[in-house]
């Protein structure tokens, strides 16, 4: 069983920094597509970050140069720093992996996400 448990979430006032976490169980997740993804009460869930399986990355307009996603393959582990936080960055974030097929490429792109882990909460204050 695929599972995938994040970490390193809490609360910062704004203009902080939070590193998220992200190690996956049974799946090694250079092989597939690797996302971070965030829901606010009441929005829906939007993605944030990927990660390709040739190390191309993508993110959301609102992250872009105040995010950064990274993996390391030895420890399959998902990474997500997140610098400059705003108030509007608080949400629940969870990360995801595709494993439907390996070579995972325009991750950006998918709709469709096969695991997920439960979430890390991230709170930032005015």
């Known amino acids: 069983q695929v599972q995938l448990v994040e970490s390193g979430g809490g609360s910062v006032p704004a203009g902080g920094s939070l590193r998220l976490s992200c190690v996956v169980a049974d799946a090694p997740i250079g092989l597939y597509c690797m996302g971070w993804f965030r829901q606010a009460p009441g929005m829906e869930r939007e993605g944030v970050a990927t990660?390709?399986?040739?190390?191309?990355?993508g993110y959301v307009d609102s992250v872009k140069g105040r995010f950064t996603i990274s993996r390391d393959n030895a420890k399959n582990a998902l990474y997500l720093q997140m610098d400059s936080l705003k108030p509007e960055d608080t949400a629940l974030y969870s990360c995801a992996a595709d494993i439907r097929i390996p070579f995972g490429a325009f991750c950006h792109q998918r709709s469709t996400w096969t695991y997920w882990g439960q979430g890390t909460q991230v709170t930032v204050s005015s």
């Open positions: 990660v390709d399986s040739d190390g191309s990355t």
